[in-house]
């Protein structure tokens, strides 16, 4: 193996879109680069990706799309309310279209622009072979540019001199190295599976009220780091969430009855009372939201019935988990998937004859189950949900005679915060200033968000705040170097 060199350019500690989107920027300046990834592979979270934000690129324009970066900016700030900084919310969006292009030259292949959700403006650039096949392009890329990869290397300190950046110590195999350098990008992925940090940040317990998904011991090393090196905060408690059922091992993701589980018929919370109008399910941020409101309750329950599984197998869904299915998209193996859970004593679904017996079998109270569902079924007949003011097209009464219950968890595909910075993605220190020569970008760095993850108006945002705020800083340090 390679001996860490003593002194580079810059230090970008990991490997994901953050990570390598700054690096090969860089190297493509002429920096002397290297990259620490803790974990042994590479790519981290930025692998499980399906497609990214864009606005103003060459693919929208050559189907008429006229979305435009002016219209998705202040779409980005009402929807936050402009609490998210303005500033670094214009850079990411202006910087997105170019960055299609730069990826495309890097080999990267997009396969369609499309939308995730209903009249939604066509943001979602489609990756062909997904994230994985992403990470595996730009790594090729990086490493053809001179840039050196270290896996299984974790950066544990950021070191300074004079209030500037000179270097870093990392961890070889249980030896401390350090490294001299001018410049560090923290771009480790933030803190998903930090268990005593999800509760001391966010109120959560780790795998009882949320559950991450796609994420592998993140823990906040690079915010920790940055902190440290004297980084101010920002939006460390704000969570990329959603909800889904079931999460079990025994389910894949993207399975059958996961997709129908998603629909908006009818959903309970621990009590059995519904708690929102299901037509959330449409918007991943606003069903997360719902979800996390009453998670600390106990479970919910997403309900079906013999005419719902009959409706999916033979009409089709209305709202699709993912790409995998599209909305219209038949449920053909429906009836096997869950037959083969209840036959395997699968906790995360029941079945029953009557609404007493569902009730029994999910731990809610049956008086409250049977007059939820009167009232629910009286509203489907009236076509008007006087509740939650639901669209009358999905009020659809639960009748029977086999009654089911699936299990629903929020959970959530990223922290978004915990380090605050510029448009630049320079850090900025706690009394407003850059440090200088400190960069963050991805799931550590905060500011792109307001209370939620932006979704109506940039579908998967995430992936494009981590591929721009690495340009940007990449770009940044070449043009400032030492600044």
Same mark, same amino acid.
């Given at each position: 193996?390679?001996?860490?060199?003593?002194?580079?350019?810059?230090?970008?500690?990991?490997?994901?879109?953050? @990570?390598?989107?700054?690096?090969?920027?860089?190297?493509?300046?002429?920096?002397?680069?290297?990259?620490?990834?803790?974990?042994?592979?590479?790519?981290?979270?930025?692998?499980?990706?399906?497609?990214?934000?864009?606005?103003?690129?060459?693919?929208?324009?050559?189907?008429?799309?006229?979305?435009?970066?002016?219209?998705?900016?202040?779409?980005?700030?009402? %929807?936050?309310?402009?609490?998210?900084?303005?500033?670094? !919310?214009?850079?990411?969006?202006?910087?997105?279209?170019?960055?299609?292009?730069?990826?495309?030259?890097?080999?990267?292949?997009?396969?369609?622009?499309?939308?995730?959700?209903?009249?939604?403006?066509?943001?979602?650039?489609? !990756?062909?072979?997904?994230?994985?096949?992403?990470?595996?392009?730009?790594?090729?890329?990086?490493?053809?540019?001179? !840039?050196?990869?270290?896996?299984?290397?974790?950066?544990?300190?950021?070191?300074?001199?004079? @209030?500037?950046?000179?270097?870093?110590?990392?961890?070889?195999?249980?030896?401390?190295?350090?490294?001299?350098?001018?410049?560090?990008?923290?771009?480790?992925?933030?803190?998903?599976?930090?268990?005593?940090?999800?509760?001391? %940040?966010?109120? %959560?317990?780790?795998?009882?009220?949320?559950?991450?998904?796609?994420?592998?011991?993140?823990?906040?090393?690079?915010?920790?780091?940055?902190?440290?090196?004297?980084?101010?905060?920002?939006?460390?408690?704000?969570?990329?969430?959603?909800?889904?059922?079931?999460?079990?091992?025994?389910?894949?993701?993207?399975?059958?009855?996961?997709?129908?589980?998603?629909?908006?018929?009818?959903?309970?919370?621990?009590?059995?009372?519904?708690?929102?109008?299901?037509?959330?399910?449409?918007?991943?941020?606003?069903?997360?939201?719902?979800?996390?409101?009453?998670?600390?309750?106990?479970?919910?329950?997403?309900?079906?019935?013999?005419?719902?599984?009959?409706?999916?197998?033979?009409?089709?869904?209305?709202?699709?988990?993912?790409?995998?299915?599209?909305?219209?998209?038949?449920?053909?193996?429906?009836?096997?998937?869950?037959?083969?859970?209840?036959?395997?004593?699968?906790?995360?679904?029941?079945?029953?004859?009557?609404?007493?017996?569902?009730?029994?079998?999910?731990?809610?109270?049956?008086?409250?189950?049977?007059?939820?569902?009167?009232?629910?079924?009286?509203?489907?007949?009236?076509?008007?949900?006087?509740?939650?003011?639901?669209?009358?097209?999905?009020?659809?009464?639960?009748?029977?005679?086999?009654? %089911?219950?699936?299990?629903?968890?929020?959970?959530?595909?990223?922290?978004?915060?915990?380090?605050?910075?510029?448009?630049?993605?320079? !850090?900025?220190?706690?009394?407003?200033?850059?440090?200088?020569?400190?960069?963050?970008?991805?799931?550590?760095?905060?500011?792109?968000?307001?209370?939620?993850?932006?979704?109506?108006?940039?579908?998967?945002?995430?992936?494009?705040?981590?591929?721009?705020?690495?340009?940007?800083?990449?770009?940044?340090?070449?043009?400032?170097?030492?600044?």
């Amino acid at each position: 193996m390679a001996k860490i060199p003593e002194e580079v350019d810059v230090v970008v500690a990991g490997s994901g879109a953050a @990570g390598l989107t700054a690096a090969i920027t860089l190297a493509e300046g002429g920096a002397k680069v290297i990259v620490f990834e803790k974990q042994r592979s590479l790519g981290g979270t930025s692998n499980f990706f399906q497609g990214t934000f864009a606005v103003e690129s060459a693919m929208q324009r050559s189907k008429y799309v006229t979305y435009t970066r002016d219209e998705a900016f202040h779409a980005l700030m009402e %929807y936050s309310h402009w609490r998210a900084n303005p500033r670094l !919310v214009r850079a990411v969006v202006n910087e997105s279209g170019a960055t299609i292009a730069w990826l495309q030259q890097h080999g990267v292949v997009f396969s369609e622009v499309t939308i995730n959700m209903p009249n939604a403006p066509l943001t979602y650039h489609v !990756v062909q072979g997904r994230g994985e096949a992403a990470m595996k392009a730009l790594i090729l890329a990086a490493r053809n540019l001179g !840039v050196e990869m270290k896996s299984g290397t974790p950066v544990t300190r950021i070191l300074k001199q004079g @209030g500037a950046v000179t270097g870093v110590l990392v961890d070889d195999n249980g030896e401390e190295v350090q490294v001299a350098t001018g410049a560090v990008v923290v771009a480790t992925g933030g803190y998903a599976n930090n268990r005593e940090w999800l509760k001391k %940040y966010t109120g %959560y317990e780790l795998d009882v009220d949320i559950v991450a998904v796609g994420n592998t011991d993140k823990m906040g090393d690079g915010i920790r780091m940055a902190w440290e090196a004297g980084a101010a905060e920002e939006s460390i408690s704000l969570l990329e969430l959603y909800r889904t059922a079931p999460v079990a091992p025994e389910f894949a993701m993207g399975c059958e009855l996961e997709q129908a589980a998603a629909q908006p018929d009818i959903w309970i919370d621990a009590r059995g009372r519904r708690f929102c109008d299901e037509t959330v399910t449409f918007y991943d941020s606003s069903v997360g939201n719902a979800g996390a409101r009453i998670v600390k309750e106990g479970p919910s329950w997403n309900l079906m019935d013999s005419a719902t599984v009959k409706r999916l197998m033979e009409e089709g869904i209305d709202k699709a988990v993912g790409l995998d299915f599209a909305p219209g998209d038949r449920l053909n193996n429906l009836e096997k998937e869950i037959k083969a859970a209840i036959d395997n004593g699968s906790k995360e679904i029941a079945a029953a004859n009557s609404v007493e017996e569902l009730a029994g079998k999910i731990g809610v109270e049956p008086g409250t189950l049977r007059a939820t569902i009167e009232e629910y079924n009286r509203y489907c007949a009236r076509g008007h949900d006087e509740l939650f003011a639901k669209d009358r097209r999905y009020l659809r009464p639960y009748a029977g005679p086999v009654y %089911y219950a699936v299990r629903a968890r929020t959970v959530f595909l990223g922290t978004m915060g915990g380090i605050k910075i510029n448009e630049n993605a320079e !850090v900025i220190d706690k009394k407003g200033n850059p440090i200088p020569g400190l960069y963050a970008g991805g799931f550590d760095a905060g500011g792109m968000y307001g209370d939620s993850y932006a979704i109506t108006c940039a579908s998967v945002l995430s992936s494009s705040f981590a591929l721009n705020t690495g340009r940007i800083a990449g770009k940044h340090i070449i043009k400032y170097p030492g600044k």
